[in-house]
């Protein structure tokens, strides 16, 4: 099914973006590979998009389970099938990717 498929691209998309955030935000706020309390405070912005960001892609993995499953089950209705491409098309929007990586 080509949602399915799709999804699992969108899902691949946001987990290689939430882990290239996640190494950007390390390089700022690790000294000597420990967090530093200040640079961290420094970027509290950075480390909330972050958390964000790694709550967004939990959702979407866990939205792209429950249509596989549904789909499994032959139970993938058009009102399941309308949220997972909406998700889908939140998850490759790229003008939220340039906002979260700054």
Do not use: C, K, P
């Amino acid at each position: 099914m080509e949602l399915l498929a799709d999804s699992a691209n969108a899902l691949a998309a946001a987990e290689a973006l939430l882990a290239r955030a996640r190494g950007n935000l390390a390089a700022r706020v690790t000294r000597s590979g420990s967090i530093d309390s200040a640079r961290l405070d420094a970027e509290q912005l950075a480390a909330h998009g972050l958390a964000w960001m790694a709550t967004y892609v939990a959702a979407l993995r866990q939205l792209r389970g429950w249509a596989v499953r549904l789909d499994e089950a032959d139970e993938l209705g058009e009102a399941q099938r309308q949220l997972a491409v909406a998700a889908d098309a939140l998850a490759e929007d790229e003008d939220v990717a340039r906002f979260l990586m700054g």
